[in-house]
């Protein structure tokens, strides 16, 4: 009786052990890395939403449309310019440009909040710009730190890794308003102190488990990627349902917190359960080599067999070259370039170019929602709804470029430029639609503006990531994200504020009125921003044009197997893993 006591007590107590172990595994593991990204991401979209309060700050401060425009630009700005966390992250852990991010997240909409509040005096135009500035900065740190690791971690299935990411951060718009309908009711003001705690607060829960895991890709890691998919794409079914119900019915506030508690649930616990499955896998697997079960144990690893050259590899001198004499010469497409190197190819220029067209369209149409919806004789309230389905189908535009771009590389070998031209076509028909006021067009225009706004983004990464190789890729991408704020500014500042404030002007003259001092400048009617998107929606079909340009550039590259390299990289860490576990390096341990 006692040694039957005893063996129960032993094994509960190897239970307790197994459970433990597995549970640090899973919380230390890539695949609960890959859920914490997402939860990250999906409270990380809060520079998206400035048209959301952009009406506080105009009305409280009595800012004209350029103004405020230029407001946007510096938010489009500090968004884009992340080359400095891009070169921290190259020598840092991501968790050090991660809190960088968190800090000035809360620091910028915190500041932003008590100016809208009147909680500080004297908030003049250079400090409102660069409070945005600060706040919308800290998204580049966030999102450096993240997406970075998240493509060096699944190499192999990046598109759809960075689909996943990106789509996420476009649902952070809708996850963070139906959190501030549950918080805050309809206080617009206080979305900004919202946005100021809450991205802050689950950057700093989930940091510790940024980090990077070196050589453990396996070939079906799509499979589980493939099941996030499914499960975001039945979260964004689910928003979108909701935001339907809302708009038909007045919602009370207890009404907001079963909506917002469905939705929190559906955030996190579908994803985690994958994500703990994934991890079961590499415990079982683990198990059955250390008892001896598997069927298919791991051969050792024979190092003059499988690596003949590593010897002589380790042992040839490197030859350092001075890279300020090889930036003209830039290496073949899929290589580790140099940043001099990539920055003055001209592969990176045409896409820059093209770059500066395309993002600069959609990035005036989100920024200006607010005021076209206003001037085209909209509700106020159906302002919160384009929001919102910019932001549904943003998501959509992200998962697609992933699943889309992925399908058409491996099966068709179609340049992944090629889809960045499509999406520039597209995006002129939303500009359109604005532009000559069709009847109810703010929605069709939300819709594919969305879609276009989200597949821009993963689309630029996945290219870069692609032709200039994932060396330099967290400094490359963020350098090649400046051309978003230069869009912003020529057509969002210098010709939509522009034109819409001479339009405006206009129309008071007309009726013999007179701008009072710290009075906004309003303007109604299509005329507003008619032009601009007509001038507009040109430069996009010459975006278009540019990105067709690199297709041809790049077709011979997409032909080949652009994902070869990183596969054998994985067998070799595996096996050098693998080789060490079965004793190879033991006697150097030893020696030690």
Known sequence: MASSKQLGGGNLGSYWKNTNRFTLQVVTGRWFMAFSSFMIMSVSGASY?????????????????????????????????????????????????????????????????????????????????????????????????????????????????IGLLYGYLGLSVVVITQIYYAFYENDSKSLILL??????????????????????????????FYNFLYITLVFAGFLMVVIIVQKSFNFTKSEYYITTSLMLLLLTLPPLLVAMVEEQKIWKRKQEHLNGESKNPPEPLNIIREMPNLEKAAQAPQKQVSCWKNMFRPATLGDDYTILQAIFSLDMAILFLASICGLGGTLTVVNN??????????????????????????????IAQGVLSEIFITKFKVPRPFMLTLIFVLSCVGQLLIAFNVPNGVYAASVIIGFCFGANWPLLSSIISELFGLKFYSTLSNVASLASPIGSYLFNVRVAGHLYDKEATR?????????????????????????????????????????????????????????????????TAEAEIGATQNGIDQPATNAG
């Not at 500035?133 to 999102?143: A, E, K, P, Q």
């Not at 990105?547 to 041809?552: H, M, N």
């Not at 080949?560 to 596969?567: A, T």
Request: include cysteine.
């Open 507 to 571: 129309q008071m003259v007309t009726l013999g009125l007179k701008r009072k001092p710290g009075e906004g400048l309003n303007c109604n009617g299509g005329k507003c921003y008619k032009l601009a998107f007509i001038i507009i929606t040109g430069f996009s079909l010459f975006g278009a044009f540019l990105s067709l340009i690199l297709v041809l550039r790049t077709r011979e590259f997409y032909k080949s197997d652009i994902y070869k390299k990183f596969r054998e990289e994985a067998r």
């Open 195 to 224: 946005m100021a705690w809450l991205p802050t607060a689950v950057t700093f829960v989930f940091l510790p488990a940024i980090r990077y895991h070196k050589g453990v890709e396996k070939p079906n890691d799509s499979k589980a």
């Open 49 to 161: 939403m400035f048209s959301l309060y952009s009406r506080d700050i105009k009305s409280v401060l009595g800012y004209d449309q350029s103004i405020l425009n230029l407001l946007s630009f510096f938010k489009d700005l500090g968004s884009s310019i992340g080359i400095i966390s891009g070169l921290i992250n190259e020598v840092t852990p991501p968790w050090v440009v991660i809190t960088i991010g968190g800090v000035l997240n809360f620091l910028g909409y915190f500041m932003t909040w008590l100016a809208v509040t009147r909680k500080t005096a004297n908030s003049q135009v250079w400090k409102m710009c660069l409070y945005i500035f600060i706040g919308s900065n800290s998204h580049c740190s966030v999102n450096t730190g993240v997406i970075v690791t998240g493509v060096k971690n699944f190499p192999g299935t990046r598109g759809i890794v």
């Open 369 to 398: 929602l607010s005021q076209i919806a206003k001037s085209l004789g909209y509700p106020a309230g159906n302002i919160t709804t384009f929001v919102s389905l910019i932001a549904i189908w943003s998501y959509m535009g992200q």
